[in-house]
């Protein structure tokens, strides 16, 4: 099966070479369980492949980041989307995913002059003044060079690598043949939803892989910000930039992890920890199109406590549903309210039956009364949602994906502000801003916007009533009205009658071979015989044998089902 999947040499070399990477890691087992051992083995004698070498003895969550890392951009790029899965994996695994870095060498500039001549349709000397040959920053997907343009603005070129896009894409096939195959046979991964997951990458990466995509981003970052003096957002240089080539404006500020350059610098730390914060509320609750990794490499300090947010190739949307969701699961974990809490986890994993329901609220319960009496000040962020998703992995729940990557965010965001200032809370920033849009949710104007939203989806649904009426009408005067009436395991049960039916079946059938040999071994002259026994004697207990194996092993296999 995995072979037909795998038909281009390309393929099976990568395909060893994954393999190879998994076992050197201490990863054998899961590229046996995958099926991929007999494949590389057989292919391996016609193509004279050396063994994997042996793995060093540290941690599973080093071992699969070290991995990861060595098998190169896709990879890499799967392990720090893992990182945001804070629902799925325990804080050890996050930390390493977080460790992933993409920095690679970069490409000779030589190497990128005739894609750069193609993308802006001229010699790069003809646009830029001065373009410096060595790379500013070099990642996986693209490598960043610095230039000026003929009216002395500096900008920065971020070049995609020539050829990455075939690499992808040979890996995404094969990593989504991986999830279907590990989530049909490895139960213990299929909570983590393989496929799923694979599928949100894919969508994601491909969309990365094209810088237009980011530039957008930028833009309508910017715009939400085009009254914030405080947020900066790069300029982005359309009439240069497209799938390959991105032109933004060059910002020279101080990396958000030079703490020692801040402080010389005369920037207020405190200040600047604040104006992340509501930075990233704006965006995720007011806005709902968020920058959905704001490390301390895409955050950059300006004079007069200025922040600018680069790298957009990672963003989340959250939809006005969404947000309130989100606002009140945050207002519940601080105000210790347990029901808004259970509310709105059932809406996000479709509801839980009554025992689980009422386990979650006595484990909240539990959750929320080891913060209670504690001042806001003396919250700590980060430890109350490490906590609150330790929960969720309990009880096997996992949010949906552009909620992991928020409360990602968040985290990260926490943990930088507490570098930046000591005494820095972001649950004291975050307090008040819930509490301004929770109430605005119940002003007048509010209010009256919801009721007449609600009675014009009334009003539409009642206009539309005549004309839907009429079209059942017609289906049913055609024969083509259907109903299905689907019953909780009724399938399941149709199955486990079949299978009885066929037992009792073959269980008749043996009995008959059994009588009729019996009849046979008695009669006078039981026909020809072979090696001087009857043939009908030898073909009745040979059928008799295969029947009872077959019953034998069909009630083995039901029993493990």
Same mark, same amino acid.
């Given at each position: 099966?995995?072979?037909?999947?795998?038909?281009?040499?390309?393929?099976?070399?990568?395909?060893?070479?994954?393999?190879?990477?998994?076992?050197?890691?201490?990863?054998?087992?899961?590229?046996?369980?995958?099926?991929?051992?007999?494949?590389?083995?057989?292919?391996?004698?016609?193509?004279?492949?050396?063994?994997?070498?042996?793995?060093?003895?540290?941690?599973?969550?080093?071992?699969?980041?070290?991995?990861?890392?060595?098998?190169?951009?896709?990879?890499?790029?799967?392990?720090?989307?893992?990182?945001?899965?804070?629902?799925?994996?325990?804080?050890?695994?996050?930390?390493?995913?977080?460790?992933?870095?993409?920095?690679?060498?970069?490409?000779?500039?030589?190497?990128?002059?005739?894609?750069?001549?193609?993308?802006?349709?001229?010699?790069?000397?003809?646009?830029?003044?001065?373009?410096?040959?060595?790379?500013?920053?070099?990642?996986?997907?693209?490598?960043?060079?610095?230039?000026?343009?003929?009216?002395?603005?500096?900008?920065?070129?971020?070049?995609?690598?020539?050829?990455?896009?075939?690499?992808?894409?040979?890996?995404?096939?094969?990593?989504?043949?991986?999830?279907?195959?590990?989530?049909?046979?490895?139960?213990?991964?299929?909570?983590?939803?393989?496929?799923?997951?694979?599928?949100?990458?894919?969508?994601?990466?491909?969309?990365?892989?094209?810088?237009?995509?980011?530039?957008?981003?930028?833009?309508?970052?910017?715009?939400?910000?085009?009254?914030?003096?405080?947020?900066?957002?790069?300029?982005?240089?359309?009439?240069?930039?497209?799938?390959?080539?991105?032109?933004?404006?060059?910002?020279?500020?101080?990396?958000?992890?030079?703490?020692?350059?801040?402080?010389?610098?005369?920037?207020?730390?405190?200040?600047?920890?604040?104006?992340?914060?509501?930075?990233?509320?704006?965006?995720?609750?007011?806005?709902?199109?968020?920058?959905?990794?704001?490390?301390?490499?895409?955050?950059?300090?300006?004079? $007069?406590?200025?922040?600018?947010?680069?790298?957009?190739?990672?963003?989340?949307?959250?939809?006005?549903?969404?947000?309130?969701?989100?606002?009140?699961?945050?207002?519940?974990?601080?105000?210790?309210?347990? $029901?808004?809490?259970?509310?709105?986890?059932?809406?996000?994993?479709?509801?839980?039956?009554?025992?689980?329901?009422?386990?979650?609220?006595? $484990?909240?319960?539990?959750?929320?009364?080891?913060?209670?009496?504690?001042?806001?000040? /003396?919250?700590?962020?980060?430890?109350?949602?490490?906590?609150?998703?330790?929960?969720?992995?309990?009880?096997?729940?996992?949010?949906?994906?552009?909620?992991?990557?928020?409360?990602?965010?968040?985290?990260?965001?926490?943990?930088?502000?507490?570098?930046?200032?000591?005494?820095?809370?972001?649950?004291?920033?975050?307090?008040?801003?819930?509490?301004?849009?929770?109430?605005?949710?119940?002003?007048?104007?509010?209010?009256?916007?919801?009721?007449?939203?609600?009675?014009?989806?009334?009003?539409?649904?009642?206009?539309?009533?005549?004309?839907?009426?009429?079209?059942?009408?017609?289906?049913?005067?055609?024969?083509?009205?259907?109903?299905?009436?689907?019953?909780?395991?009724?399938?399941?049960?149709?199955? /486990?009658?079949?299978?009885?039916?066929?037992?009792?079946?073959?269980?008749?059938?043996?009995?008959?071979?059994?009588?009729?040999?019996?009849?046979?071994?008695?009669?006078?002259?039981?026909?020809?015989?072979?090696?001087?026994?009857?043939?009908?004697?030898?073909?009745?207990?040979?059928?008799?044998?295969?029947?009872?194996?077959?019953?034998?092993?069909?009630?083995?296999?039901?029993?493990?089902?």
């Amino acid at each position: 099966m995995l072979w037909d999947a795998l038909g281009a040499a390309r393929d099976l070399g990568r395909l060893h070479n994954i393999a190879s990477v998994l076992i050197r890691h201490g990863m054998g087992e899961l590229v046996r369980r995958l099926g991929i051992g007999r494949l590389l083995e057989q292919a391996g004698r016609i193509l004279h492949w050396k063994e994997a070498g042996e793995f060093n003895e540290i941690t599973a969550p080093e071992r699969l980041r070290a991995a990861l890392q060595e098998l190169g951009p896709t990879f890499i790029k799967l392990g720090q989307l893992m990182a945001t899965r804070v629902d799925l994996f325990p804080p050890e695994w996050i930390e390493e995913f977080e460790k992933l870095q993409d920095a690679v060498p970069a490409v000779p500039f030589e190497e990128l002059r005739t894609q750069l001549e193609e993308d802006l349709g001229q010699p790069p000397e003809a646009v830029f003044v001065h373009l410096e040959k060595e790379a500013l920053a070099a990642a996986s997907i693209a490598q960043v060079h610095r230039a000026r343009l003929a009216d002395g603005s500096e900008v920065v070129l971020k070049i995609r690598r020539p050829g990455i896009e075939e690499t992808v894409r040979a890996d995404l096939s094969l990593l989504a043949r991986f999830a279907e195959i590990a989530e049909a046979e490895i139960p213990e991964l299929r909570r983590y939803h393989p496929v799923e997951m694979v599928r949100q990458f894919s969508r994601s990466l491909r969309r990365e892989l094209n810088l237009e995509n980011e530039s957008r981003a930028a833009e309508r970052v910017a715009a939400n910000f085009a009254d914030d003096e405080a947020i900066v957002i790069p300029r982005i240089y359309w009439q240069w930039t497209c799938e390959r080539l991105n032109v933004q404006e060059y910002i020279d500020g101080i990396p958000a992890r030079d703490l020692e350059a801040i402080e010389a610098a005369g920037l207020d730390r405190s200040l600047l920890a604040r104006r992340g914060v509501n930075a990233m509320l704006q965006m995720t609750l007011v806005d709902g199109f968020f920058h959905a990794d704001p490390h301390q490499g895409n955050l950059f300090y300006l004079q $007069d406590n200025r922040i600018a947010f680069i790298d957009f190739g990672m963003v989340g949307t959250l939809s006005p549903r969404r947000r309130e969701q989100v606002a009140d699961l945050l207002y519940g974990l601080m105000m210790r309210e347990t $029901d808004h809490v259970i509310d709105v986890l059932q809406e996000w994993t479709g509801g839980f039956n009554a025992l689980d329901t009422d386990r979650l609220g006595d $484990d909240l319960e539990a959750f929320l009364d080891s913060y209670h009496g504690l001042a806001l000040r /003396q919250l700590n962020f980060s430890v109350m949602l490490t906590d609150l998703m330790a929960l969720f992995r309990d009880y096997q729940l996992d949010l949906p994906p552009d909620l992991a990557m928020l409360l990602k965010a968040y985290v990260s965001l926490d943990g930088l502000g507490r570098k930046l200032d000591p005494d820095f809370n972001i649950v004291v920033e975050i307090s008040p801003f819930l509490q301004r849009l929770i109430t605005k949710r119940y002003l007048p104007s509010s209010l009256l916007k919801q009721g007449w939203d609600n009675l014009s989806s009334t009003l539409d649904l009642l206009t539309g009533l005549p004309r839907d009426l009429r079209r059942l009408l017609r289906m049913a005067r055609r024969g083509a009205l259907q109903v299905h009436v689907d019953v909780t395991r009724l399938d399941h049960f149709g199955h /486990q009658l079949d299978r009885a039916a066929s037992r009792i079946s073959v269980g008749m059938v043996t009995a008959a071979f059994i009588i009729g040999t019996s009849i046979v071994m008695t009669a006078p002259d039981s026909g020809p015989t072979v090696m001087g026994y009857s043939l009908f004697v030898l073909l009745g207990v040979i059928g008799a044998c295969l029947g009872g194996i077959w019953l034998w092993v069909s009630i083995w296999r039901g029993r493990r089902e």
